[in-house]
């Protein structure tokens, strides 16, 4: 089983940065891939960014491609998202997530940690 703990959300102007951590325990490893999704008030959970662990390969969001950046923490056996020139539509909470690479569903799930983007 894996846990996940995500740390680093906050209260940002617009055009301000942060950067989210997401700690890992348990077995991952190099067949695992981790991403980032978020749920805006009132809206569906949405996709953010992926990385798959071995290989390092990322995928994003439209809506965040040039202004967020995903990455391997090591340290943490996690993963990180930086967040640049943050909008208010950016506003929510975002949940980091894992799954094997041989399945289709993320199937590990963080507890969730908030952003919010004032104007």
């Known amino acids: 089983q894996v846990q996940l703990v995500e740390s680093g959300g906050g209260l940002v102007q617009a055009g301000g940065s942060l950067r989210l951590s997401c700690a890992a325990s348990?077995?991952?490893?190099?067949?695992?891939?981790m991403a980032w999704f978020r749920r805006a008030p009132g809206k569906e959970r949405e996709f953010v960014a992926n990385i798959i662990w071995s290989g390092g390969n990322t995928y994003y969001a439209d809506s965040v491609k040039g202004r967020f950046t995903i990455s391997r923490d090591n340290a943490k056996n996690g993963v990180a998202l930086q967040m640049n020139n943050l909008k208010p539509e950016d506003t929510a909470v975002y949940y980091c997530?894992?799954?094997?690479?041989?399945?289709?569903?993320?199937?590990?799930w963080g507890q969730g940690t908030q952003v919010t983007v004032s104007s």
């Open positions: 348990g077995r991952t490893g190099s067949r695992y891939a």
């Open positions: 997530a894992a799954r094997p690479t041989s399945s289709s569903s993320y199937i590990n």
